[in-house]
């Protein structure tokens, strides 16, 4: 296989230059964009606030508390799982997460966090 000496140079370089830029660390460990801090809206205590709720909330309908917190958001809860006692949950655990867990009749049984 004979090639042209412009041929095998502008390949050359080329190469070169790819191996030059793959191997720039300081662009490798600075990513293109950061990612967003991840903020918490709930105070530092998440257990504080669902004892709070408990005893405001506890034996009353869900429905209420979810409304409340869908259209006050004075209280700066930004993540809230309602269920009904018994329900299959995920296993992921969210420390700022509220559970509000209801029985049949939509009675809430116990508020927590996780």
């Not at 190469?15 to 991840?38: F, I, M, N, V, Y």
């Amino acid at each position: 296989m004979n090639m042209r000496p412009e041929a095998f140079a502008l390949i050359m370089a080329m190469t070169g230059a790819s191996l030059l830029a793959a191997c720039d660390r300081e662009k490798a460990a600075t990513p293109a964009h950061k990612p967003p801090e991840q903020r918490s809206e709930m105070p530092k205590d998440c257990n504080e606030v669902a004892a709070g709720f408990a005893g405001q909330w506890v034996g009353k309908p869900y429905e209420d508390l979810r409304h409340m917190l869908e259209t006050a958001r004075a209280v700066h809860v930004t993540r809230t799982r309602f269920f009904e006692k018994g329900s299959m949950l995920t296993m992921d655990h969210v420390p700022t997460r509220l559970n509000v867990e209801y029985d049949r009749d939509g009675k809430i049984t116990r508020i927590f966090c996780g």
